[in-house]
C-alpha cells in the first residue's frame, strides 16, 4: 500500500512528514495523465481543475469536520498563518493582546508576535509546566480577558505529543470575545477532528503529515473568512475562501490530497457510510492502535536507565522526546540510521518548549513519532538499537 515503506527502514519520522500510499500517488498521475489546466477555462482540462479544487476543498472539511466554503487551501501551514495573521492584525492597535503558547511550533508563534509587533499590540504567554510538559487550561482564565483579540495555541505538540484541552480553553477564549487559532498539524493523523467540538475558529492542518501531498490547510467558517480582508492581487478572485490564495495552485496535489483523506477513510470503516462517518470510526480506530503501540515504546524506554523521556500526560499524541546519556541526539540519529531506522533530532522548530525544558543548547532530544503505518517491528527495532548505543 505504502511503497516507500518497502525499503526496509524505520519510518519513524511521522512527525515531520508521512510516507504516502499508492492511492495518491496514482490521483496524483492520473491527474496530469488526464490533460490539466488552469482554472476559469472553457475547456474539459480547466473544468477538472475546478472539480479538483472542489473535491480537495471537500475531503478536508469532512476530514476536520468543517465547512468546504471555509478551507483555504496554501502551500503549507506556516505561509497560511503567516498570510492568516498578517491580515487579522490590521484591524489591532495598542492595548489589544494576543496570547500565544510556550508548547508551540514556532509556526503558531512567531507569525502572531510579528503581526502584533506591528500593530503594536502586546504578547501574553501561555507557560508549560516544566515537570510534565503539559500547557495547563487555567493559565488561560488570567491570561485571557477583555483585550484578547486571539489565542493560538496547539492541539498536540510535535515534540512533546502532549494534547492541551483544546474545548476547555477555546471556551475561555470564547467567553471573552477573543479567537482560537488551533495548530492541528501535529494533531490531525492521530485521531478524529471536530473543529466545533473543539471550539476553534481556525484551526490549521497539513496534508503531508496525514500521508498526503505537501499541501497545507486552514480551516473556518466562511462567515469569519468574509470579514478578513488579506493583501491580493486586483484580478485575483475576491470571495472567500479563493481570496486567502495566492497564485496557481498544485492542482494535482489537491488531486492527492483528497485520496490522502479517502485512504484515512478506509483504514476501519464500513463502505457504506458517509465520509465523514468512515472518517470518524477510522481515526477512532487510529487513535486506539496507535496508543497500543505507543504504550510499548514509552515503556520500553522508561525502563532504560541511561534514557530521559521529556513530556508526561495522558493526553498524547504518539511521539517520544527523549535523550541518551553520553550522547549527543544528533549523534543517535546517525547510529539509528545506520541502523535503517528513521527517527529526528533537535528542535524541531518547537523553538520555545525545549528553551523552557532547557535543553535548546545541548541540542534538543531524540524524536520519535509514530502513525498508523506503523507497528510493533518499529518499535522493537527503535528500543533494541538504542540499548546497543555504546555506553
Ligand atoms: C505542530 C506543527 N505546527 C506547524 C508546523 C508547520 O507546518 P508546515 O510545514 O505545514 O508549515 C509543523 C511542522 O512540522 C508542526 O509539526
Not at 485521531?191 to 484551526?203: E, N, V
Request: aromatic letters at 8%.
Amino acid at each position: 500500500m505504502f511503497p516507500a515503506l518497502a525499503d526496509g527502514y524505520a519510518y519513524l519520522d511521522g512527525a515531520a512528514g508521512t510516507q504516502v500510499p499508492e492511492s495518491v500517488i496514482g490521483a496524483i498521475a492520473s491527474a496530469y495523465r488526464s490533460g490539466l489546466s488552469n482554472t476559469d477555462g472553457a475547456f474539459p482540462s480547466s473544468q477538472r481543475a475546478e472539480q479538483i479544487v472542489a473535491d480537495c476543498r471537500q475531503s478536508i472539511a469532512d476530514l476536520v469536520g468543517g465547512d468546504p466554503a471555509g478551507v483555504v487551501l496554501g502551500p503549507n501551514m506556516t505561509t497560511l498563518t503567516y498570510r492568516v495573521a498578517f491580515a487579522i492584525a490590521k484591524n489591532w492597535s495598542a492595548g489589544d493582546e494576543v496570547v500565544v503558547s510556550r508548547l508551540d511550533h514556532d509556526a503558531n508563534i512567531r507569525p502572531w508576535i510579528q503581526a502584533a509587533a506591528r500593530a503594536n499590540a502586546t504578547v501574553r504567554w501561555a507557560e508549560v509546566d516544566p515537570a510534565s510538559g503539559e500547557l495547563p487550561t487555567d493559565q488561560y482564565r488570567r491570561l485571557v480577558g477583555g483585550h484578547t483579540k486571539l489565542v493560538a495555541f496547539t492541539a498536540a505538540s510535535n515534540v512533546l505529543g502532549i494534547r492541551p484541552d483544546v474545548a476547555a480553553i477555546t471556551a475561555i477564549v470564547h467567553e471573552a470575545g477573543a479567537l482560537a487559532y488551533v495548530d492541528g498539524v501535529h494533531a490531525t493523523v492521530h485521531g478524529p477532528i471536530d473543529i466545533r467540538t473543539l471550539g476553534a475558529d481556525f484551526y490549521t492542518t497539513s496534508a503531508y503529515k496525514w500521508c498526503g501531498p505537501h499541501v497545507g490547510a486552514l480551516i473556518a467558517d466562511p462567515a469569519l473568512l468574509e470579514a478578513i480582508e488579506p493583501d491580493k492581487l486586483v484580478p485575483a478572485p475576491d470571495q472567500v475562501p479563493d481570496r486567502f490564495e495566492m497564485g496557481t495552485p498544485p492542482f494535482a496535489d489537491y488531486a492527492g490530497v483528497t485520496a490522502a483523506v479517502d485512504h484515512l477513510a478506509g483504514l476501519a470503516s464500513s463502505p457504506s457510510q458517509s465520509r465523514r462517518a468512515r472518517l470518524t470510526s477510522s481515526m477512532t480506530a487510529v487513535e486506539r492502535y496507535e496508543a497500543d503501540v505507543f504504550s510499548v515504546l514509552l515503556g520500553g524506554l522508561e525502563e532504560m536507565d541511561r534514557v530521559t523521556l521529556y513530556g508526561r500526560s495522558d493526553r498524547r499524541a504518539p511521539t517520544a522526546y527523549f535523550t541518551v546519556d553520553g550522547h549527543d541526539p544528533w549523534e543517535v540519529a546517525v547510529k539509528l540510521a545506520e541502523r535503517k531506522i528513521n527517527v529526528w533530532s533537535g528542535d524541531n522548530y518547537a523553538w520555545e518548549v525545549t528553551g523552557a525544558l532547557g535543553i535548546r543548547n545541548a541540542g534538543c532530544a531524540v524524536r520519535a513519532s509514530l502513525v498508523h503505518y506503523n507497528d510493533h517491528t518499529d518499535v522493537d527495532r527503535l528500543l533494541e538499537a538504542v540499548a546497543a548505543l555504546k555506553r
